[in-house]
């Protein structure tokens, strides 16, 4: 029972476009979600983060925005740098059992 | 930011060996680590929350007396694979919070790379 999902294992966009990744959570009781990108062999880092009191967080080329009613979020980076190519997961705090839960991840690879 | 040390980053045992892997919260306390398992091209699955001076809490599925967990101070979490099995040949990651309050992201080590031969 995949309680955070991210139905599209990968995405390739060119150099300086947008590139949106897409979680989806089944579970009320997330309230607070983060993002993560990963390299082959490395442990994820961690990019941004959203409470579910808002609606839009922002840093630098990383946007998170929250639809809470359609317990959808989404990671926007732009523009999309080589650099960015990884797998990004989404996470989501469950308050209900004091656990994280990760997506399946997507794989970006940012075209030159 | 916070820094999550981890070692090793890769070791190869033999089948029926025991090995460790420590995780130090390198710049902050810690009273809480979680430790992740990934397998290929798979999302990473919580193994067990360590919790310092205390038992760990292992997820569903999760043998604790293969994989024991020892949390002796603030800034040290230990995992032993206890008589590793070519099967638990994986990619293992701890994490931690740099604060205990809900908000507060994980902070990742770089992960152990474990073969069992």
């Known amino acids: 029972d995949q309680q955070v999902k991210q139905n599209s294992p990968s995405l390739s966009v060119q150099e300086g476009r947008i590139s949106i990744l897409n979680c989806d959570y089944t579970n009320s009781m997330f309230d607070y979600f983060l993002w993560y990108k990963k390299y082959p062999a490395e442990g994820p880092t961690f990019l941004i983060s959203i409470s579910s009191i808002k609606d839009k967080n922002e840093d630098g080329r990383f946007t998170v925005f929250l639809n809470k009613s359609a317990k959808h979020l989404s990671l926007h980076i732009v523009p999309s740098q080589p650099g960015d190519s990884a797998v990004y997961f989404c996470a989501a705090w469950d308050s209900g059992t004091y656990k994280y839960i990760f997506g399946t991840g997507t794989r970006l690879k940012v075209l030159a | 930011g916070a820094v999550v040390s981890q070692h090793p980053s890769w070791v190869i045992c033999k089948s029926g060996t025991s090995v460790k892997i420590e995780c130090r919260s390198l710049d902050f306390q810690a009273t809480t680590m979680f430790w992740y398992r990934q397998f290929p091209k798979q999302s990473l699955m919580l193994m067990a929350t360590s919790n310092e001076g205390s038992k760990a809490t292992y997820e569903q599925g999760v043998e604790k007396d293969k994989f024991l967990i020892n949390h002796a101070s603030l800034t040290l979490s230990t995992l032993t694979v206890t008589s590793a099995h070519p099967e638990d040949s994986s990619f293992y990651i701890c994490?931690?919070?740099?604060?205990?309050?809900?908000?507060?992201?994980?902070?990742f080590g770089n992960g152990t790379r474990l073969t069992v031969t």
């Open positions: 994490s931690a919070r740099l604060l205990s309050s809900y908000n507060s992201p994980l902070h």
